[in-house]
């Protein structure tokens, strides 16, 4: 008769890891007598961050003492304390590969419902002091479950538990977990699991978007750095230059409006500085860039037509979408460039659409494109165009985009809006422009992407800078949205810890390969794995919290 062994609770409390402090409530301790089972967790109990742990659909983690003796056997250790592996619930007598998803006990006076696997994260790694914990317990199918609380109660150690229902599709809990982490999954699987009512939302969406997949990007045009010849330089604005390149006697790839491309200036220092541009165009390669720092300098002091530069295949994300809906185009300073390819292709394929563009900029002298801009909206017969300066020449009234004034533009309801300005911009316009109706906005930050790292107390912004100690003599690698280059140490684990002890953004979850939460374009070089990611991430791409340069790399991080 599978049996509750042990009830373990704990509040979240700051926890110090690798020099940072982490917020959780993973360490958990056994409790004696009957103890009260609520909605959202057990009394004494907490989560210390709800985002990925806790709510109505987690609020019970369950562990098997069958699980915890095997991983004391597989590491060698002498014991475990209950709760060590952040159950709330230790059990017997319920294997993951028995237990179904949808499956419901009773226990003492409880009712409970199986929702779901453990989330894969790093905290049981940390815990355990076992860093590829959270990978290991995928594959060997041993990840533990969530239970959601169908009759509030009391439950003790001891308590028999009694399934009353099995699940749907009797799909057990391993199964569920390798759908979602491990390849070869099958269409059948999946619509299995997309049919079960008590299964997490969050794991519900993510089984339809494996079923539905988005349109597979376009491969690069070509795979790492190829040298471009500068044809011409061309000053557009007090602050901007644009730079035309091309492949003399070659046709290259043409780029999505919006794209970017990443480019290597070898006679901008030691070692060469690598920085990312906009396509301010569709007609051909320019990049338009704004005079800030070392790169920008050279580019507008001493690049001239007949150079050459490197330069990786066009890349990102922030593309137009083809439609026939209304679009709003909307820029400050030199974000400007990408929504300006937009407006090419606007112009040369799609005329009817009705088109907003609204540009911001510090006064006249620093309004780059006006003429190109005003050109282009006068193919367009159903275009509105606004431009403000913020701090116009003497005279003038100063004019902001604010929510305010987006009102008064009457902009459309439903129109699919792309912005790109400084951070703090885009935020406050995507608010305006959602309160608006404008529900599909869409942005594009310049420089490294905002981090995710579960839990992590933050301690303040720190400028990328290469990681204390003596120089590395390893592979170079370049954080290209960072604009860092540094040599990797033999001493090195992954690329992940090289960005942080770097202060490069990261992002990640499990950090051994499960997750895919710091899948990082790979620009250029090669990389190699330990431990093996349980599914690879697709070509071109890399995860950083496993990955290892075995040549100079090049990520778009």
Known sequence: MPTLVSVNVGMPKDVEWNGRIVHTGIWKGA??????????????????????????????????????????????????????????????????????????????????EVTQPRVTCFRVGMRLNEPELPSLLVSHGRPGFYFRVLREGHVAAGDEIVRTRRGPHEMTVADVDALL??????????ESAVDIPALSPGWRQ?????????????????????????????RESATITSVHLDA??????????????????????????????????TEGYRISVKRDGAASTYVHDVLKAGDTLDAAAPRGDFVLEPGSGPVVLLSAG???????????????????????????????ADQAFELEVRGLLAR??????????????????????TGRTLKELALPAGATAYVCGPPSFMDDVREALVALGCTDVRT?????????????????????????????????????????????????????????AC???????????????????????????????????????????????????????
């Open 31 to 112: 409790v004696s007598g009957p103890r009260m089972v609520r909605r959202l967790n057990v009394d004494g109990d907490g989560q210390g961050d709800p985002a990925g742990h806790g709510g109505e659909q987690r609020a019970v983690f369950v562990y098997q003492l069958e699980s915890i003796e095997y991983w004391q056997a597989y590491f060698g250790h002498d014991s475990y304390e209950f709760g060590q592996f952040g159950e709330n619930f230790t059990v017997t007598g319920m294997p993951d590969d028995e237990v179904c998803v949808g499956d419901r006990y009773r226990i003492g006076e409880a009712e409970f």
């Open 181 to 190: 982490y491990t390849p070869n999954r099958t269409t059948e699987a999946l």
């Open 206 to 234: 993510s089984f339809r978007e494996l079923l539905s997949p988005a349109e597979k990007p376009a491969d690069p045009g070509w795979t790492g750095f190829r040298p471009l010849t500068v044809t011409k330089v061309v």
């Open 248 to 281: 003399p006697g070659e046709a290259l790839p043409a780029a999505r409006p919006g794209q970017y491309l990443t480019v290597r200036l070898p006679g901008a220092g030691e070692p060469p500085l690598i920085r990312s541009y906009s396509l301010s165009t």
């Open 334 to 364: 030199v974000g400007v460039t990408p929504v300006l390819a937009m407006l090419h292709q606007l112009a040369a394929e799609e005329p009817e659409r009705a088109i907003w563009w609204i540009q911001t900029a510090r006064n006249a």
């Open 380 to 401: 367009l017969p159903n275009s509105h165009a606004h431009f403000f300066h913020t701090r116009p020449e003497s005279g003038a009234d100063s004019r902001r985009v």
């Open 444 to 500: 594009e930050l310049f420089g490294a992407l905002a981090a995710i790292n579960p839990g992590v107390r933050e301690a303040g912004t720190v400028a990328p800078h290469p990681p204390e100690g003596p120089p590395g003599t390893g592979p170079a690698v370049t954080f290209a949205r960072s604009g860092l280059t540094v040599r990797w140490r033999d001493d090195g684990e992954t690329l992940l810890e090289l960005a942080e």
């Open 503 to 557: 202060a490069v953004p990261t992002r990640w979850a499990c950090r051994s390969g499960v997750c895919h939460t710091c899948d990082t374009p790979l620009l250029a070089g090669a990389t190699t794995y330990d431990p093996a990611p349980l599914e690879l991430p697709p070509a071109g791409r890399i995860l950083v919290c496993c990955a290892r340069p075995e040549t100079d790399v090049v990520l778009d991080q």
